[in-house]
Nanobody, 115 residues
Framework: QVQLVESGGGLVQAGGSLRLTCSAS????????MGWYHQAPGKEREMVAL??????TIEYADFVRGRFTISRDNANVYLEMHNLKPEDTSVYYC??????????WGQGTQVTVSS
């Protein structure tokens, strides 16, 4: 079992920055991807950024490339968000996946960007 807890969300003006942290605990040996998704009201949850825990490869959604940076150390995953836009307003969820099991999700942290 893996437990994920997000922190760092909040209210920020357009153009501002936030740093999200995902603290993972439990058995992480089989986790091979971690990352961030977001979900705005009335919309589907969509991938923001992913990082491979073994190879370090990174993938970004087109709408955040160049503005967001994902990083990882030990069991923590971070999302540095810069030049935030009102359309980035969402609940951000930490995500982890291991072989042969359903994905793990955190409880989410709200990010609100005012114009």
């Amino acid at each position: 079992q893996v437990q994920l807890v997000e922190s760092g969300g909040g209210l920020v003006q357009a153009g501002g920055s936030l740093r999200l942290t995902c603290s993972a605990s439990g058995s992480m040996d089989s986790v091979y991807f971690m990352g961030w998704y977001h979900q705005a009201p009335g919309k589907e949850r969509e991938m923001v950024a992913l990082i491979s825990t073994r190879l370090g490869t990174i993938e970004y959604a087109d709408f955040v490339r160049g503005r967001f940076t994902i990083s990882r150390d030990n069991a923590n995953v971070y999302l540095e968000m810069h030049n935030l836009k009102p359309e980035d307003t969402s609940v951000y969820y930490c995500y982890a996946v291991e072989v042969g099991r359903p994905a793990y999700w955190g409880q989410g942290t709200q990010v609100t960007v005012s114009s």
